[in-house]
T-cell receptor
Framework: GDSVTQMEGPVTLSEEAFLTINCTYT??????LFWYVQYPGEGLQLLLK?????DKGSNKGFEATYRKETTSFHLEKGSVQVSDSAVYFC?????????????FGSGTRLQVQP | GAVVSQHPSRVICKSGTSVKIECRSL??????MFWYRQFPKQSLMLMAT?????????EQGVEKDKFLINHASLTLSTLTVTSAHPEDSSFYIC????????????FGPGTRLLVL
């Protein structure tokens, strides 16, 4: 079955540092890939997505590129802010086969210190 | 973007009682809604998928008779935890997708259930 593996957290960075959160996946076919963010006390929000190989999703300074050859979708941001502190979830689904339910990674907690 | 609401946001109940959680899509018609469960500091686990007007499809290991799902309209799905026990205490999250919102799933803010 499908699975998503994320680096374990927490990841602690100073403000303006470079961020990378690794995500790799195992899936058949051509899944769509997502990053969701969960701020403290809130529900998940879609951060960015990519639906086919080599697509780059971007939003709010975050980027991730769909790498089919390495089955990866690493999240990056050039300069993090304290307000980026949250839990980040990598996820996939199969729009190609009609299975829309998301398979999530375990989440990575990011703590940005001033 | 599309908005999904959940009600209540928090609920405390006694063991043995039933609790109903509502999930509403506010500005789009949700042909499909998903119910997830999230344990503290863990990821979301899919419980069931519901399509408007049909029976929900439950994931393996999820008890259909315990977690009743109704998706009676294109904007409302409900999850009823029947005969709740302390081990049912968790964070329940719904998401919705529909033609009006494209292929993206939009998540509700979640409902925290505590069973005493």
């Amino acid at each position: 079955g499908d699975s998503v593996t994320q680096m374990e957290g927490p990841v602690t960075l100073s403000e303006e540092a470079f961020l990378t959160i690794n995500c790799t996946y195992t899936a058949t076919g051509y899944p769509s890939l997502f990053w969701y963010v969960q701020y403290p006390g809130e529900g998940l929000q879609l951060l960015l997505k990519a639906t086919k190989a080599d697509d780059k999703g971007s939003n709010k300074g975050f980027e991730a590129t769909y790498r089919k050859e390495t089955t990866s979708f690493h999240l990056e941001k050039g300069s993090v802010q304290v307000s980026d502190s949250a839990v980040y979830f990598c996820a996939l689904n199969h729009m190609d086969t009609g299975r829309r339910a998301l398979t999530f990674g375990s989440g990575t907690r990011l703590q940005v210190q001033p | 973007g599309a908005v999904v609401s959940q009600h209540p946001s928090r609920v405390i109940c006694k063991s043995g009682t039933s609790v109903k959680i509502e999930c509403r899509s506010l500005d789009f018609q949700a042909t499909t809604m998903f119910w997830y469960r999230q344990f503290p500091k863990q990821s979301l686990m899919l419980m069931a998928t519901s399509n408007e007007g049909s029976k929900a499809t439950y994931e393996q290991g999820v008890e259909k008779d315990k977690f009743l799902i109704n998706h009676a309209s294109l904007t409302l799905s409900t999850l009823t935890v029947t005969s709740a026990h302390p081990e049912d205490s968790s964070f329940y999250i719904c998401s919705a997708r529909g033609t009006g919102a494209g292929e993206t799933q939009y998540f509700g803010p979640g409902t925290r259930l505590l069973v005493l």
